[in-house]
């Protein structure tokens, strides 16, 4: 028997969790630079701070989602919690940039079990004609966790250094896991006594982790041959779950079900067309421009601080509005702001980098809120869970995609080395040809959502 539970302090608990990743990833791309100089980690070895995450989080997050229904959302949502503070507090222990690297892999695993259940706990707990409202409360928590990552993680790095960013990280992932505990009274348990696919998400894995991987280790030999590995294994993973009695993830859900399917392709190119832009951006204004942290910081958190109210009220709006039209609105106006960072230079105005940045936080906050409330919206009750886990995936994805293509781009520009002023150009270079690659996404991700918008969403 269900107990009653206050909605408002559900989504209190909800919104703590998605706060953490994101202030985490936002809060760490200050202090790169630091990090680097501690660990004696180069560019490309920086950015495996990021992927490393990115990788575990997308490639666990299915399964998670799958053992989630089978033994509990909020069994695995609070030890995902729980694993995600521990070792995201070992990350400020860590002797070197490979443990670091490690911990920050192990910390994913721990995001992706949070991920794959927190977006199905929610939408089980509101009805359909306040889901949208909720949805855009929640995400526009992770735009404050984006605000605010720059803005104190660079405060936090200047004056007490890196590794208090992940002890008071850890710290606060305990504290949400205990108030999860007492809050979230009930368990969502859709698929008890149904068995686990162990075949099937050995396949997804391999699938995920070498097209991922093996992108970002393009253009090097290995990379054409992991991206191979992957593709060939992402097409038995569909042929394979489409016989399976219980799958791991139930593709089916695709099969004419075109709303879902292009709000999944939008995502997954938004984020792989958005996501570079702090790790560049900090980069850019720390070794270029010669910013401190906390300075490179209060530029940064421009563009989350426009996402959060933008997200909130186009999470509402999404309610009385066709979503679909909105994310695509959103889409164009992250494209003009991709286009003018093309242009970017070493010694560019700081306004035309600010309205840039809010041209991004704008178009992204608009197309966030909708977006999600289409896909979690376009399903049947017995699919949140693999719903939530999917536009999580596609997330995740598209971010270590985004990643993928910023560490191929300095790969072949500078190379892994510290970005020294003799290298300069050549990081400008990367810089470049990482944002004419987002374009062409983003570009990509316009036609996917304005083709959706035929199709209406079951809302």
């Known amino acids: 028997m269900q107990k009653k539970i206050?909605?408002?302090?559900?989504?209190?608990?909800?919104?703590?969790?998605?706060?953490?990743?994101?202030f985490m990833g936002s809060a760490i791309n200050l202090s790169l630079p630091q990090i680097g100089e501690a660990l004696s980690m180069g560019a490309i070895s920086q950015s495996w701070i990021a992927t490393a995450y990115l990788i575990s989080t997308a490639v666990f997050q299915v399964p998670f989602a799958r053992l989630a229904d089978l033994s509990g959302r909020k069994k695995m949502f609070i030890a995902g919690l729980m694993l995600y503070a521990?070792?995201?507090?070992?990350?400020?222990?860590a002797p070197s940039g490979?443990?670091?690297?490690?911990?920050?892999?192990?910390?994913?695993?721990?995001?992706?079990?949070?991920?794959?259940?927190?977006?199905?706990?929610?939408?089980?707990?509101?009805p359909p004609q306040d889901r949208g409202k909720a949805i855009g409360i929640n995400t526009a928590t992770v735009y404050l966790a984006l605000a605010s990552g720059p803005f104190l993680g660079g405060i936090i790095t200047h004056?007490?250094?890196?590794?208090?960013?992940?002890?008071?990280?850890?710290?606060?992932g305990f504290a949400v896991a205990i108030f999860s505990t007492v809050i979230l009274k009930n368990e969502w348990t859709e698929a008890k006594g149904e068995r686990f696919d162990y075949r099937g998400s050995i396949i997804y894995a391999v699938s995920l982790f070498g097209i991922i991987f093996g992108f970002s280790e393009l253009p090097n030999t290995l990379g054409f041959v992991l991206v191979a590995v992957g593709i060939i294994c992402s097409v038995a993973f569909v042929f394979y779950e489409l016989k399976c009695i219980q799958p791991v993830f139930d593709v089916r859900?695709?099969?004419?079900?075109?709303?879902?399917?292009?709000?999944?392709?939008?995502?997954?190119?938004?984020?792989?067309?958005?996501?570079?832009?702090?790790?560049?951006?900090?980069?850019?204004?720390?070794?270029?421009?010669?910013?401190?942290?906390?300075?490179?910081?209060?530029?940064?958190?421009?563009?989350?601080?426009?996402?959060?109210?933008v997200s909130l009220y186009a999470g509402r709006l999404s309610d009385r509005l066709n979503p679909s039209i909105l994310a695509t609105v959103g889409m164009g106006i992250i494209a003009a702001g991709l286009a003018g960072?093309?242009?970017?230079?070493?010694?560019?105005?700081?306004?035309?980098?600010?309205?840039?940045?809010?041209?991004?936080?704008?178009?992204?906050?608009?197309?966030s809120s909708p977006n999600s409330n289409i896909i979690m919206s376009s399903v049947d009750k017995k699919y949140y869970g693999q719903a939530s886990a999917t536009m999580g995936t596609v997330r995740l994805t598209g971010q270590a995609f985004s990643m993928g293509i910023a560490t191929m781009a300095i790969s072949m520009s500078t190379g892994n080395k510290i970005i020294s002023p003799e290298l300069h150009s050549g990081f400008m270079q990367s810089f470049h040809i990482t944002f004419l690659i987002c374009i062409a996404l983003c570009i990509a991700g316009i036609y996917a959502s304005s083709f959706r918008v035929k199709h209406k969403a079951t809302l």
Request: hydrophobic share 60%; aromatic share 14%; with cysteine.
């Open 253 to 309: 859900i695709f099969r004419g079900n075109k709303v879902f399917g292009l709000s999944c392709l939008s995502a997954l190119l938004n984020y792989a067309c958005t996501s570079a832009v702090a790790f560049m951006m900090s980069l850019y204004l720390q070794y270029i421009r010669g910013f401190s942290p906390q300075n490179a910081g209060l530029i940064l958190v421009i563009q989350a601080c426009i996402q959060c109210p």
């Open 159 to 172: 004056n007490a250094g890196w590794q208090c960013l992940f002890y008071i990280m850890g710290a606060l």
């Open 86 to 93: 521990v070792s995201t507090f070992m990350c400020g222990l």
């Open 6 to 22: 206050n909605r408002n302090s559900a989504l209190f608990v909800l919104c703590l969790s998605s706060f953490l990743v994101p």
């Open 341 to 367: 960072l093309v242009f970017v230079s070493t010694d560019t105005s700081m306004m035309f980098i600010i309205l840039l940045l809010f041209l991004l936080g704008f178009g992204f906050g608009l197309f």
């Open 98 to 126: 490979a443990v670091l690297i490690i911990m920050r892999a192990v910390s994913g695993m721990g995001s992706a079990m949070i991920f794959g259940t927190a977006m199905a706990i929610l939408v089980s707990i509101f």
